[in-house]
């Protein structure tokens, strides 16, 4: 058994229902009669922010290297006259 926490979602016969807390630490789910198909996904939020905000920044230092060595490679410095 799992304990409750807010980033659980489930899905019921395919439609997302309300997850409840129960007995104080752990999920439940109304059912209807009959047989039903049951999926709990876990999908944490400050994970997902963290994966993003990893994403921006290797997407940043991509770009400033990319730009540093283009400039390195392609600019040439002006000649003076001494």
């Given amino acids: 058994s799992d304990v409750w926490h807010p ?5 019921v016969n395919g439609q997302e229902r309300n997850l409840y ?7 439940a ?3 209807d009669k009959g047989e039903n198909i049951v999926h709990f996904v876990y999908h944490p939020k400050m994970l997902s ?4 905000m990893i994403s921006f920044n290797s997407l940043f230092w991509v770009v400033f290297v990319l730009g540093m060595s283009a400039r390195i490679l392609f600019v040439r410095p002006k000649e ?3």
């Fill in 21 to 27: 807390k129960a007995n104080l630490a752990y999920k």
């Fill in 80 to 82: 003076t006259v001494c």
């Fill in 29 to 31: 789910v109304r059912l």
């Fill in 7 to 11: 980033d659980w979602n489930v899905f």
């Fill in 49 to 52: 922010f963290l994966m993003k």
